[in-house]
């Protein structure tokens, strides 16, 4: 069983940065992926960029390539998420995710959640 914990949520202003942090219990293995999803009000819950452990594979959503990168640490079992030049349209509670195996968008290919942040960016 793996716990997650997002941290690092926040208000903003418009075209402000902002670093998510997800704490793992384990992310022994290379095959593991971490994902981060985002949820706005009234909306359903959207992939936005993921890495497997290995470092192998990274993907992000088109709405954030150039402005969000992912990394990690492996020392501190910590998956970061650097959001840039944010916009209104960035307002969602973040999720992080993970799962064995390979790369995946879908909700539901993910068996282990935190329990979300809320990022705000006023303009």
């Known amino acids: 069983q793996v716990q997650l914990a997002e941290s690092g949520g926040g208000l903003v202003m418009t075209g402000g940065s902002l670093t998510l942090s997800c704490a793992a219990s384990t992310y022994s293995r290379n095959d593991f992926t971490v994902a981060w999803f985002r949820q706005a009000p009234g909306k359903e819950r959207e992939f936005v960029l993921g890495?497997?452990?290995?470092?192998?594979?990274?993907l992000y959503a088109d709405s954030v390539k150039g402005r969000f990168t992912i990394s990690r640490d492996y020392n501190n079992n910590l998956v970061h998420l650097q959001m840039n030049s944010l916009t209104p349209e960035d307002t969602a509670v973040y999720y992080c995710?993970?799962?064995?195996?390979?790369?995946?968008?879908?909700?539901?290919?993910?068996?282990?959640w935190g329990q979300g942040t809320q990022v705000t960016v006023s303009s």
């Open positions: 995710a993970a799962r064995d195996g390979r790369l995946r968008t879908d909700t539901n290919q993910y068996p282990y």
């Open positions: 890495i497997m452990w290995s470092g192998r594979d990274r």
